[in-house]
């Protein structure tokens, strides 16, 4: 019988990995991740795990005064090791908080 308090816990998605860090960088009011994987299957840099496309949507108040590369630049960093190992492609919409989407 094993102690489910030593079993570990599964590796999180992708998509999780994505939530977690952006949420711990940036304090998000919103936050969306896609994975649009399955619209890439067979392109290339699909690595088959249908986890290397993701588009996400983050509203943050860090992004105020922030240019559309420097917001760029902020989600890159807060998911560069991702970015290195495991996403192939990434599209980000940022803004601040009672900015438009667009």
Same mark, same amino acid.
């Given at each position: 019988m094993t102690d489910a308090s030593t079993t570990p816990a599964p590796a999180p998605t992708v998509a999780e990995a994505i939530a977690e860090r952006l949420t711990a960088a940036l304090s998000p009011t919103h936050l969306e991740v896609v994975n649009d994987s399955a619209r890439h299957r067979g392109h290339m840099g699909d690595d088959g795990t249908g986890e290397?496309?993701?588009h996400v949507t983050v509203e943050s108040a860090a992004f105020a005064g922030q240019s559309r590369v420097a917001r760029q630049r902020m989600v890159n960093h807060a998911l560069a090791d991702?970015? =290195?190992e495991?996403?192939? =492609?990434? =599209?980000i919409s940022a803004r601040a908080p009672g900015e438009a989407a667009r």
């Open positions: 290397s496309h993701f991702l970015l =290195a495991r996403i192939h =492609a990434l =599209a």
